[in-house]
């Protein structure tokens, strides 16, 4: 990853946490030959931070235009929103214009530290095949649950939600979801289909500084697979050798490493499994190698305390 807004809030998003979890302050990162160098006056820490995907120009180009129309919308503070896997900003109006504004709407309300959903309504579509059985057929972003789904439909049904990439956080919120699935169910005849809104929900959260102030869009090419796994090892190994590059030659006392990946949640990220089956020898001298996904920070390998400690 570039030495751009992204990676820095990644970075900055990465050491916060590491100062809560063990109660240090290193501060004011410094980008340095790839990495970044943060210090809390006594000792210093190394950062690489890089995403587990090729980056794309065009896919960039598209994250910074976002950004750039966000920034302008007057909002203060560093402001970091994850993009669903396969999920795509809007580039056409008046859709593009509509994207911004309730991102500014929710960022708005936001303390540093703080973290939200920001929602966008999409087209799921529902047909009904028979009357007899129980059973809903989903495709799309919602076929995580289809068992769920299913038990709250009537009759035989397929669901299209390919274009949802990624539903609330919330449990409440999936049950009442799931629920209104079903009354709107109950009105659909035999060998008819209905159209229906189901929101959408980003993570925005607002980093505990306000550097960089601003927006940041991070996510992976709507073409990346984060499920993938020959995909996700060869990207995880290609960054680790690329970290060891950037952060052996520092003279610093903790080196960490942020991997970003594309999960609608972080409690599904692999990516941690993946490294820890890698070759020792590319984190046997990285103190920290961590997972940044979805507004989370997910340790793989982590000290017991700092080495100084």
């Given at each position: 990853?570039?030495?751009?807004?992204?990676?820095?809030?990644?970075?900055?998003?990465?050491?916060?946490?590491?100062?809560?979890?063990?109660?240090?302050s290193f501060a004011a990162l410094e980008p340095r030959d790839g990495a970044f160098v943060a210090s809390d006056g006594a000792h210093s820490a190394g950062l690489f931070v890089a995403p587990l995907w090729e980056e794309d120009a065009a896919w960039?180009?598209?994250?910074?235009?976002?950004?750039?129309?966000l920034d302008a919308g007057g909002v203060e503070g560093a402001f970091l929103l994850w993009?669903?896997?396969?999920?795509?900003?809007?580039?056409?109006?008046?859709?593009?214009?509509v994207f911004v504004q309730r991102v500014l709407d929710a960022a708005a309300s936001l303390a540093p530290g703080e973290r939200t959903e920001v929602t966008f309504p999409v087209v799921v579509k529902m047909g009904k095949s028979r009357e007899e059985g129980g059973y809903a057929?989903?495709?799309?972003?919602?076929?995580?649950?289809?068992?769920?789904?299913?038990?709250?439909?009537?009759?035989?049904?397929?669901?299209?939600?390919?274009?949802?990439?990624?539903?609330?956080?919330?449990?409440?919120?999936?049950?009442?979801?799931?629920?209104?699935?079903?009354?709107?169910?109950?009105?659909?005849?035999v060998g008819r289909a209905v159209a229906f809104d189901v929101d959408e929900a980003w993570t925005l959260q607002r980093l505990p500084g306000d550097e960089p102030?601003?927006?940041?869009?991070?996510?992976?090419?709507?073409?990346?697979d984060p499920t993938e796994g020959i995909l996700v090892r060869r990207a995880a190994r290609k960054r680790l050798q690329q970290a060891n590059e950037a952060l052996l030659p520092l003279?610093?006392?903790?080196?960490?490493?942020?991997?970003?990946?594309?999960y609608e949640y972080a409690d599904l990220e692999g990516a941690g499994a993946t490294v820890k089956a890698l070759d020792?020898?590319?984190?046997?001298?990285?103190?920290?190698?961590?997972?940044?996904?979805?507004?989370?920070?997910?340790?793989?390998?982590?000290?017991?305390?700092?080495?100084w400690q």
């Open positions: 990853m570039a030495t751009d807004r992204v990676a820095l809030s990644c970075a900055r998003l990465l050491l916060d946490w590491l100062n809560a979890r063990f109660d240090a960039q180009e598209r994250l910074r235009g976002h950004e750039a129309r993009v669903p896997p396969r999920a795509t900003p809007p580039v056409e109006e008046p859709a593009a214009s057929s989903v495709t799309g972003g919602l076929s995580r649950w289809w068992t769920r789904i299913t038990e709250s439909v009537q009759g035989t049904f397929s669901v299209d939600s390919t274009a949802v990439h990624r539903i609330t956080h919330d449990g409440d919120a999936r049950e009442r979801l799931w629920e209104s699935i079903g009354e709107i169910a109950r009105d659909v005849a102030n601003g927006f940041a869009l991070a996510g992976a090419p709507p073409s990346v003279e610093v006392d903790l080196r960490a490493v942020g991997l970003v990946g594309a020792p020898g590319l984190y046997a001298r990285l103190e920290a190698v961590c997972v940044l996904a979805d507004g989370d920070v997910r340790p793989t390998f982590l000290p017991r305390s700092l080495p």
